[in-house]
């Protein structure tokens, strides 16, 4: 429950806080969920410290946020407790992972872009975690459109951008050919976040492979300049995890990466999201 004994805490210059004095595995009142919601919408990214989560309670928590989005069942190696649970680990079972995203870095990039309607929020639980590494980057995609310049923001208005999952390529690597099965949308560069009204960005250097009506050479170069818009440092925070963390961000105005971890060490999370809407 809230009250008088919940409070936010910045973190991040760009984005970033946490929110204490908050039991997620309880019912959250009107009040709570209220101070929950308006503090992820001015800070894009809130952490709840010390958490102790079962998976139903974590599914609870996210249910009141908004509808739950399914796991496609392609993405999913196993059953879960729930459909919307994914876990993201390096175990093992006879050899093979047995969850998703086991190891190693991950570009900057937008949760499930490549759909017709990515999820407005990505809640990760953390239950084992590495000894070094592994640390989540952020960044504010409202302060990367705002820094660009009149000419890009002209360019850019009004256009789209193809965004790409394609399992046969790294997650560091893009490839010039893509897959043509592979899940794939386009979406406008430049989206008006639902809730604040603000404008960011909504494109990553991960899936977001070209701009619509320009020729290649000129569609990387812009793609580029935007690219950098996103990744410039002043724009970036870094969640170092701890285990009970419950970190929930705001998909539709962040972009996040993963940094590498040593390989031999366990690092188990617990992943959800909520259902978005059509990016506009």
């Known amino acids: 429950m809230a009250g008088s004994t919940s409070e936010v805490v910045k973190l991040g210059t760009a984005l970033g806080a946490e929110i204490r004095g908050i039991d997620l595995a309880k019912p959250m009142d009107p009040e709570t969920l209220r101070l929950v ?3 992820w919408h001015d800070n894009l990214v809130v952490v709840f410290r010390g958490q102790k989560l079962e998976p139903m309670e974590q599914v609870a928590f996210g249910a009141a946020l908004g509808e739950l989005q399914p796991m496609n069942r392609a993405n ?17 079972e006879n050899g093979k992972f047995i969850d998703q995203l086991p190891e190693g870095e991950m570009q900057f990039h937008i949760d499930q872009c490549y759909t017709p309607t990515p999820p407005k929020a990505t809640i990760l639980f953390a239950i084992n975690i590495p000894s070094a590494g592994g640390d989540t980057l952020f960044s504010n995609n409202y302060l990367a459109y705002e820094c660009l310049s009149e000419a ?24 010039d050919t893509i897959n043509p099965d592979a899940p794939q949308h386009w979406h406008p560069i430049v989206r008006t976040h639902p809730a604040t009204g603000r404008k960011c960005l909504f494109v990553n250097r991960l899936m977001t492979l070209a701009v619509e009506g ?5 569609s990387d170069k812009v793609l580029e300049v935007l690219f950098e818009a996103i990744e410039r440092p002043e724009h ?10 419950v970190l929930m961000w705001d998909n539709r105005c ?4 993963r940094q590498d971890f040593p390989a031999q060490e366990l690092r188990l999370m617990r992943r959800l999201t909520v ?3 059509v990016p506009a």
Do not use: C, F
């Open 37 to 39: 919601e308006n503090a």
């Open 152 to 175: 890009v923001k002209k360019l850019i208005d009004g256009r789209r951008a193809l965004n790409v999952y394609d399992y046969q390529n790294a997650s560091t690597i893009k490839s």
């Open 254 to 257: 962040t972009s996040h990466a």
């Open 236 to 245: 970036v925070w870094a969640h170092q995890w701890r285990v009970g963390d």
């Open 76 to 92: 999913r190696s196993r059953e879960t407790e729930h459909p919307a649970i994914m876990y993201i680990s390096n175990r093992r």
């Open 275 to 277: 259902k978005g809407e």
């Open 214 to 218: 320009l020729e290649k050479a000129e």
